[in-house]
C-alpha cells in the first residue's frame, strides 16, 4: 500500500539513500553505487538532509517520504525561498517505481501544503537532458522555463503559480 507522510526522524538517512539510489539510476555510469555516494558525500552535496528539522521543517517547508507497504521509495520537499515563494526540493523516486503516478501525487500533496502555507509561487532545477521524465512531468504540471541555473549550466530554473 503506497503512503505519502511527512518524514521522521529515524528516517533522514534512509531517505538520503534513496536520493542516491535514485540519482545513480539517472547520473552515474563510472562507479558502483557506494563509491558513488562516498563521492558525493565527500563534496556534500546532499547535506541539507543531514538536518531536515533545520533546513525544511524550521525554514518556511515540509520534507515527506514516500513509502511503499513500509519500504520508502522516495521523496519530496518544499522549503522557503524567497519572499512568497517556496522551492521544490528532493523530489526522487526510485527507478523501479517510476511511472505509477507518485511523483505527481507527492507533487500534488507539496502543492497543497505550500498553499495552505500561503506561498504563492515554487521554484525548481533540473536537468532537462539527464531528468527528462521529471522535466515532462513539470512541464505538464505547468511549470515554465525561466533561465539556466547560475552555478549549474546543465540545469534549469523552471516556476509555477500556486
Known amino acids: 500500500m503506497i503512503e505519502i507522510r511527512r518524514i521522521k526522524p529515524d528516517e533522514w538517512s534512509a531517505a538520503k539513500r534513496v536520493v542516491y539510489r535514485a540519482a545513480y539510476d539517472i547520473f552515474e555510469q563510472s562507479r558502483s553505487l557506494?563509491?558513488?555516494?562516498?563521492?558525493?558525500?565527500?563534496?556534500?552535496?546532499?547535506?541539507?538532509?543531514?538536518?531536515?528539522?533545520?533546513?525544511?521543517?524550521?525554514?518556511?517547508?515540509?520534507?515527506?517520504?514516500?513509502?511503499?507497504?513500509?519500504?520508502?521509495?522516495?521523496?519530496?520537499a518544499i522549503r522557503y525561498y524567497s519572499g512568497e515563494m517556496c522551492e521544490l526540493k528532493?523530489?526522487?523516486?526510485?527507478?523501479?517505481?517510476?511511472?505509477?503516478?507518485?511523483?505527481?501525487?507527492?507533487?500534488?500533496?507539496?502543492?497543497?501544503?505550500?498553499r495552505g502555507m500561503r506561498y504563492k509561487k515554487i521554484r525548481l532545477d533540473t536537468d532537462p537532458n539527464s531528468q527528462k521524465r521529471a522535466?515532462?512531468?513539470?512541464?505538464?504540471?505547468?511549470?515554465?522555463?525561466?533561465?539556466?541555473?547560475?552555478?549549474?549550466?546543465d540545469d534549469i530554473v523552471m516556476e509555477l503559480d500556486l
Open 34 to 76: 557506494e563509491e558513488s555516494i562516498e563521492f558525493h558525500e565527500s563534496r556534500g552535496e546532499l547535506n541539507d538532509m543531514d538536518d531536515i528539522q533545520k533546513n525544511y521543517f524550521e525554514n518556511g517547508g515540509v520534507f515527506f517520504v514516500i513509502l511503499d507497504d513500509e519500504e520508502l521509495i522516495g521523496t519530496g
Open 135 to 153: 522535466y515532462d512531468l513539470y512541464k505538464r504540471i505547468g511549470f515554465r522555463d525561466l533561465h539556466p541555473h547560475p552555478d549549474h549550466p
Open 90 to 114: 528532493r523530489l526522487w523516486l526510485l527507478t523501479e517505481h517510476q511511472g505509477k503516478g507518485l511523483g505527481y501525487r507527492m507533487i500534488q500533496e507539496l502543492f497543497s501544503i505550500a
